[in-house]
């Protein structure tokens, strides 16, 4: 489960997903614009869209392709958004310090008995 808020002035974005993966294979279906919003003539915004996901995993790169579907009255105009992503993740492996055999520091000769 997927979820995003975003508060920018006056503008609540709430987004919620889910994506499922079955390897190499990841499929995902969301909702982007939960809250509505008001603009600065007090008019009720509703700016939500479906957003449909299917990509690769191999290895340590992942390649997607997401459209969202515009639900406001810019459905007829823009046609929605496609969006291609390419993700590569870096491994880091922490070298660890060899460990010491003594712990502690000795005491110099010259105090001791």
């Given at each position: 489960m997927v979820w995003i808020y975003q508060r920018q002035g006056n503008v609540n974005q709430l987004d919620l997903?889910?994506?499922f993966h079955y390897n190499p294979v990841m499929i995902g279906f969301?909702?982007?614009?939960i809250l509505e919003?008001?603009?600065e003539f007090a008019e009720k915004v509703r700016q939500g869209a479906l957003i449909f996901l299917i990509g690769l995993?191999?290895?340590q790169f992942e390649f997607g392709y997401s459209y969202d579907f515009t639900l406001s009255?810019?459905?007829t105009s823009s046609g929605g958004a496609h969006e291609i992503s390419?993700?590569?993740h870096l491994t880091y492996t922490k070298k660890q310090k060899p460990k010491r055999k003594d712990k502690f520091i000795p005491c110099p000769p010259f105090l001791s008995n």
């Open positions: 997903g889910m994506n969301g909702y982007r614009g919003t008001k603009n995993h191999y290895e009255p810019l459905n390419l993700a590569y």
